[in-house]
T-cell receptor, first 112, second 112 residues
């Protein structure tokens, strides 16, 4: 298995632009998670899905953030408009419910 | 609200030393606890998963213990090597189908 695949690996954009991060979970995993990591705050849960349904989005910072999971093999996290404080590493992870969590390599986002 | 704390934040040891990393959590009603390793610029790699009914798990030179009643887990690394240098994160799952709550990690440096 190729593991959790995220794209792009790096994204540099200007304030106000739309950013879309993509994730392909491990086949057969029916839970998918989006986390954000910064030096100050560590790993923060943004949103997670079970069987493609969003379960808890209370970690999404504000309405500028949105996430979708149109099918079991694809999810997106969108930021519109982006701001410099959104700069962070965004991780996608997947698992069976209650099982070991498998992370992608992350997308490093820089908003100037 | 579950909170996970890891002490110390950073640790430096000479090669060959045995060491213990600590993790504490505020709510003892957990489903499982997981230890991860993160190398710079990379995603997290799952090391060990301890179910709530278990006391410990072992993998090679790593041993993780769980004391639910006291809200503590330890990760023991035997005969440390420079290749063990990384950040180690502890995370707890309150129940299946929910999301892991992470500590901020302990950054380990093993010198040769």
């Amino acid at each position: 298995d190729a593991g959790v695949i995220q794209s792009p690996r790096h994204e540099v954009t200007e304030m106000g632009q739309e950013v879309t991060l993509r994730c392909k979970p491990i086949s057969g995993h029916n839970s998918l998670f989006w986390y954000r990591q910064t030096m100050m705050r560590g790993l923060e849960l943004l949103i997670y899905f079970n069987n493609n349904v969003p379960i808890d989005d209370s970690g999404m910072p504000e309405d500028r953030f949105s996430a979708k999971m149109p099918n079991a093999s694809f999810s997106t996290l969108k930021i519109q408009p982006s701001e410099p404080r959104d700069s962070a590493v965004y991780f996608c992870a997947s698992s069976h419910p209650g099982g070991a969590l498998h992370f992608g390599n992350g997308t490093r986002l820089t908003v100037t | 609200k579950q909170e996970v704390t890891q002490i110390p934040a950073a640790l430096s040891v000479p090669e060959g030393e045995n060491l213990v990393l600590n993790c504490s959590f505020t709510d003892s009603a957990i489903y499982n606890l997981q230890w991860f390793r993160q190398d710079p610029g990379k995603g997290l790699t799952s090391l060990l998963l301890i179910q709530s009914s278990q006391r410990e798990q072992t993998s090679g030179r790593l041993n993780a213990s769980l004391d639910k009643s006291s809200g503590r887990s330890t990760l023991y690394i035997a005969a440390s090597q420079p290749g063990d240098s990384a950040t180690y994160l502890c995370a707890v799952l309150t129940k299946a189908g929910t999301a892991l709550i992470f500590g901020k990690g302990t950054t380990l440096s093993v010198s040769s």
